[in-house]
């Protein structure tokens, strides 16, 4: 179980913390590590194992939504102005400025982010629902695929309610 007061003393006491968690992601390579967002504004890295908060984040655009990279060292997270951001885990600074892909015009919110990795070899896929332009796409309902500065746009009929990516089962030799 995780305490709000707990986590609470050990961010800087002139920052107003709110009250609730968004949402919490389990690190991929230490179950003991977690993210939480607070009140849209505020991400901890949390160990669940010492009760301690390792960094603390405070961002000016809402956090959406929040995802680990396969090797649990960096995080993105996805904010209601279309963006997105990508952290170190040691770092107090994102590791690039934050970015919005269909930008410069206003776009709606990045709802959910992934991060995802092909293979060992290859390049991480970004997928994210939302975050196109509000003009000319903001009733449409999608799922994008960013990898190496380059974009897929799926377009869908009814809105995305939610997403997972399921690994595939022929990378994962069997062990006999």
Not at 60 to 89: M, N, P, R
Request: charged share 15%; net charge neutral; aromatic share 10%.
């Amino acid at each position: 179980l995780l305490f709000e007061e707990t986590i609470v003393k050990s961010i800087n006491p002139s920052k107003d913390i709110g009250r609730s968690a968004n949402q919490i992601m389990v690190n991929p390579t230490d179950v003991n590590q977690v993210l939480i967002a607070f009140d849209n504004h505020i991400i901890v890295h949390y160990n669940l194992l010492s009760n301690e908060v390792l960094h603390h984040w405070i961002v000016q655009q809402a956090v959406t939504s929040l995802a680990w990279h396969v090797d649990g060292e960096y995080f993105i997270c996805s904010h209601s102005d279309g963006s997105l951001g990508t952290w170190k885990i040691q770092c107090m600074e994102p590791m690039e400025p934050s970015v919005i892909p269909f930008g410069p015009f206003p776009c709606t919110s990045i709802n959910k982010v992934q991060w995802i990795c092909a293979s060992s070899h290859s390049l991480p896929i970004k997928l994210f629902t939302g975050g196109m332009p509000r003009a000319s796409y903001g009733d449409r309902y999608t799922l994008t695929a960013v990898r190496g500065g380059k974009m897929v746009v799926f377009d869908f009929g009814s809105a995305i309610v939610d997403f997972i990516v399921v690994p595939s089962l022929q990378n994962h030799k069997r062990k006999t």
